[in-house]
């Protein structure tokens, strides 16, 4: 198993993945430069991504293939996801849930209301309009737990 940052090549992969786990894809970024996959061979089995906005990181995508879960692969990409975004001057990020709040809590992710999340991601896509109003607002402050510089 290896995660590597996505290709526009391995694009129709992901947005296959998305929608065979009822993950929106139609609002995926034109460029991925803040995706990463992980993969099994050639065969994309997990992904996760983040929106920037200024100090602030959306993290969305998440999503590992049913036969490939429980094997510690969510939990490799949302750390490194998390590290490249505190090397890249995140110091917070954020992320509506449908379904995974009680995994993101083990990974020390907060509880929040959309009063509490920066003007800036009411502009994503994920708040706007692709995530309901019920969805579970989170964040997680990055700074404090990422203090080497990761490449």
Do not use: W
Request: aromatic residues 8%.
């Amino acid at each position: 198993m290896r995660i590597i940052k996505a290709t526009d090549q391995s694009r129709n992969e992901i947005i296959n993945l998305l929608k065979s786990n009822n993950l929106p894809a139609g609002d995926l970024p034109e460029v991925l430069d803040e995706f990463y996959t992980a993969l099994d061979g050639q065969r994309i089995v997990g992904l996760i991504g983040m929106e920037r906005y200024s100090h602030y990181g959306l993290l969305r995508s998440m999503v590992v293939h049913p036969e490939y879960r429980n094997k510690q692969i969510a939990k490799k990409l949302v750390q490194l996801l998390e590290q490249k975004a505190a090397s890249s001057g995140i110091i917070t990020m954020y992320l509506l849930t449908e379904t995974a709040e009680k995994y993101f809590i083990r990974n020390n992710y907060q509880l929040i209301t959309r009063k509490e999340v920066p003007e800036a991601l009411f502009r994503s896509s994920e708040f706007s309009h692709v995530c309901p109003v019920s969805a579970t607002v989170m964040k997680k402050e990055l700074q404090r737990q990422f203090t080497t510089v990761v490449q």
